[in-house]
């Protein structure tokens, strides 16, 4: 029987959890930097699978008035905070590798290398619970999240052999720059992409020029002018314009509209609103609408 992501979540922080704890002990027996280090990236992967079933659960619950557009964007926020964290972690991971580095500590490297092993195991086994191909975003990103943790591992056994053949104690805070620069890369990504949707700004590998000039090719359109094109969540593409066509009945007009819905779905657009008009009174011609602050309250005073 199939595991649902749900499912494959709870499992993998289960083991991340585990791993966790193991690679703190050994961490602070060994006095190894760069198994502190895994391990503080070990806290940023509970908290991306945390978030994960956070997302999962929320993202069945339906649209209601309170949000119509339903409720993605709460796994969003926690992404966003979850992704600043990230970045502290590294900074405070390289301060104590510049420390290191001045005054090299003394390591139980044994100790160091059997735990890193261990973590190794549990991030192999979490990367097979979770599989490769994924369509949802969430569930890719978690993996991604592990299999970053899966080359940190494997960076704190190859700075443990080392120090254990050559006695060359700068491998440790080495290793934890390479962990910590994994870890702020990632948490650069996910700021971005989580600002990026907060901003609404346009999704990568939309161009929103090409798409309303594609609408301006079809049969009877003759402008598109007040686009927008945002991102409602990681994964869901909203758009809204005004098409001006030919002078037509309700019933033409309708047609042409489906027609247009039917090529932005294609592009990817997962929610249209569309405004058909026959003539363009007070209309600018501009592709991107700018809605001029206090507009708002002048169109609310001539409703008085």
């Keep these: 029987m199939s595991l649902t992501g749900e499912k494959r ?15 703190v002990v050994g961490g602070y027996l060994s006095n190894s930097l760069a198994l502190l280090s895994d391990a503080g990236h070990m806290v940023t992967d509970a908290l991306a699978i945390m978030l994960g079933l956070i997302a999962a659960i929320i993202s069945k619950k339906p649209s209601d008035r309170r949000a119509t557009f339903g409720y993605d964007r709460v796994g969003h926020l926690a992404a966003l ?26 390591l139980n490297t044994p100790v160091m290398i059997a735990i890193a092993s261990i973590g190794l195991a549990g991030n192999i086994a979490m990367v097979f619970i979770m599989g490769h191909s994924h369509d949802d975003l969430t569930l890719r990103s978690v993996w991604l999240h592990i299999l970053g ?23 440790d805070p080495i290793a934890s720059i390479f962990i910590g620069g994994i870890i702020i890369w990632g948490g650069i990504r996910l700021v971005r992409d989580t600002m990026s949707i907060f901003l609404n700004l346009t999704p990568r590998g939309f161009d929103v020029e090409k ?29 809204s314009a005004h098409i001006l066509v030919d002078d037509k009945t309700l019933k ?24 058909i008009e ?21 169109d609310a005073h001539d409703h008085h």
């Design 9 to 23: 979540l709870a499992f993998t922080l289960v083991v991340t959890l585990t791993i966790m704890a193991g690679e």
């Design 81 to 106: 905070i979850n992704g600043l964290s990230l970045l502290v972690i590294a900074v405070l991971i390289f301060y104590e590798s510049y420390e290191r580095f001045l005054t090299p500590p003394v």
């Design 149 to 171: 943790d899966t080359l940190s591992s494997v960076g704190v056994i190859v700075s443990g052999l080392i120090i254990y053949f050559t006695h060359w104690t700068y491998a």
């Design 211 to 239: 798409i309303a000039a594609d609408i301006a090719h079809m049969p009877d359109v003759i402008d598109v002018h007040d686009v927008h094109l945002w991102p409602v969540a990681h994964n869901q593409v909203a758009f």
């Design 252 to 275: 033409e007009a309708e047609e042409t509209k489906k027609n247009i819905e039917a090529m932005l779905k294609d592009a990817g657009v997962h929610h249209s609103t569309l405004q």
């Design 278 to 298: 026959c003539s363009c009174v007070d209309c600018d011609n501009s592709l991107f609408c700018a809605i001029k602050p206090g507009s708002a309250d002048h």
